[in-house]
């Protein structure tokens, strides 16, 4: 396409992450408000009571600077927070107490890769700030809208990470986003959900022609509740925009809305009605001061990050740099994964075998069971003891194929063992020569064209007198084995 040629998307993007403290940012009410009646989790300084006086919670302090180390970035000495006055139903006070000219981190990076492609994206700040009440936007029997308040979720702690315009697709933008959400996972400071808000991006872009290094107008995306939504809305955005531009028109800055149902951006809100939030330092919180030594300590609590996991299950299991990743996604199946290679009861020379062979039945088969059941990988029967008997069991050839298959699904369903459930059902792998031998003779007999074909001189054919044979032995039978059999009965049919 050539309008892909001549325009060069520039994204940037900006994160609000629900920090997992046990307390509100300012005040003692608990976080846990997704399954309370609407605003019960609520006291005067979340309400926005006239002179209730909030004050810091340190937790939500550490997990930003916390997330600011893993994402290689400067972390202030001094920072303080603001008012960002906007009046709007969600914000009880009139204004949202959030972070100005001092974020608590800046100038960090993530490393992201695109089709093979690594890519740095650059972190211009994260900071804190509360959340705001939701708003439900109802209409009633007569067709009159209004609109509900639910203020249980003013005041949760709120991570903003603003990106650079360092992003150049709607791909690049769903690897960064995956990435920033695996760190904050890994950390344990966000449950890194979008669907249920506790993890929301708003999107900025613009187009500009290849090969310029100018910034130009930028439309701020909002309303997208799944990476899915957010790669369609920039896709649909980057080609409403080409449009208005070889129209002869151009790109107003506005803030717009993706519907999700009708796949298409809405304009909300243009430039000329922005809101001037007049931030002025919060009178009532002191400014903070971020200790090195503190700092050296929240560092050491950084634990493992999903890149420099990957990069060990490489060196260390011999992974491929795919599975790698696939397996490294989350904390969980990482550790699922390990748990299930066991070093302990592993010799050093076997480790990468059985790694190898593990990573391919979780990714190859076990995913596609709790995909399709809906589950994360501690929630099936399938234990990482029992995915390892079953690996060890297809590493000797005991079960096999389609059999080995068939053993991973019941193992699935009931949480029975692999031995149990092969010997049970007659799936382990047929080692009587004479049961081979037989189901070779019978399939010879039942297809006598194919037969023909292949003493014919078409030796495909034989494909087709294996898949028989397997399917006869209900995939138990070794194929190299079937296949040395078959070939011995039809040179003896030969001439
Ligand atoms: P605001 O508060 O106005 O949204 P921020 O500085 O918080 O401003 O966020 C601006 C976001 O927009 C950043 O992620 C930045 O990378 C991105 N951005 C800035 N200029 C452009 C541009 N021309 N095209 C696309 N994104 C941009
Ligand atoms: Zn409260
Ligand atoms: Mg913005």
Redesign the pocket.
């Known amino acids: 396409m050539t309008i892909e040629k001549k325009y060069e998307t ?5 994160v609000h992450a629900q920090l997992l403290t046990s307390s509100k940012m300012f005040c003692s009410c608990p976080t846990d408000y997704l399954d309370a009646t609407p605003n019960s989790v609520v006291c005067p300084i979340c309400l926005g009571l006239p002179g209730a006086m909030p004050s810091i919670n340190k937790k939500a302090v550490e997990f930003v600077v916390m997330t600011g180390l893993a994402l290689n970035s400067n972390i202030a000495e001094k920072t303080q927070f603001h008012r960002k006055n906007y009046p709007y139903p969600d914000l009880m006070k009139g204004y949202q107490i959030s972070q100005y000219d001092i974020p608590i981190a800046s100038d960090g990076w993530i490393d992201i890769e695109v089709e093979g492609n690594k890519k740095r994206i650059g972190i ?1 700040r994260i900071h804190l700030e509360e959340d705001v009440a939701k708003l439900s936007h109802r209409q009633d029997s007569k067709g009159q809208d209004y609109s509900l308040v639910d203020v249980n979720r003013s005041g949760i702690p709120l991570m903003e990470t ?4 360092d992003i150049r697709s709607p791909e690049e933008a769903r690897q960064y986003l995956i990435q920033l959400r695996a760190i904050l996972q890994y950390l344990g400071v966000s449950t890194g959900n979008m669907e249920d808000g506790s993890f929301r991006c708003d999107a ?3 187009i500009r022609p290849e090969g310029s290094s100018e ?2 107008t ?1 439309v ?1 995306i909002k309303n997208m509740n799944s990476l899915r939504s957010v790669y369609r809305a920039l896709e649909y955005e980057t080609v409403r925009q080409i449009e208005v531009v070889e129209n002869g028109d151009r790109v107003v800055q506005e803030t717009r809305g993706w519907s999700e149902e009708r796949g298409v951006t809405v304009s909300q809100r243009t430039k000329e009605n922005a809101h001037d939030y007049r931030y002025f330092p919060e009178p009532d919180l002191p400014p903070i001061s971020i200790e090195l030594a503190w700092q050296e300590r929240v560092k050491e609590a950084v634990p493992e990050l999903p890149s420099d996991k990957r990069n060990r299950f490489m060196s260390e299991y011999g992974l491929l740099e795919y599975d790698a990743n696939i397996l490294t996604t989350s904390q969980l199946t990482a550790g699922f994964f390990e748990e299930a290679i066991n070093q302990r009861n592993t010799k050093s020379d076997q480790v990468q075998v059985k790694a190898k062979s593990i990573a391919n039945w979780m990714i190859g088969d076990l995913f596609g069971l709790l995909n399709g059941a809906g589950i994360g990988i501690y929630d099936s029967k399938v234990s990482p003891t029992l995915l390892r008997e079953f690996t060890d069991m297809v590493e000797v050839g005991t079960i096999r194929g389609p059999a080995a298959k068939t053993v991973l699904e019941q193992m699935f369903q009931t949480g029975q063992k692999p031995s149990q459930i092969a010997d049970e059902q007659g799936l382990t792998q047929i080692e009587d020569d004479g049961l081979l031998e037989s189901a070779v003779k019978k399939v010879i007999g039942d297809n006598p064209q194919a037969v023909q074909d292949y003493l014919g001189g078409k030796e495909t054919a034989i494909r087709f007198l294996l898949g028989q044979v397997m399917k006869e032995t209900r995939g138990r039978a070794n194929p190299g084995s079937v296949t040395e059999f078959l070939i011995n009965h039809l040179k003896g049919m030969e001439g």
């Open positions: 520039v994204i940037g993007l900006e211009t603003v990106s650079e315009p900025n872009i613009s910034f130009f930028r701020e």
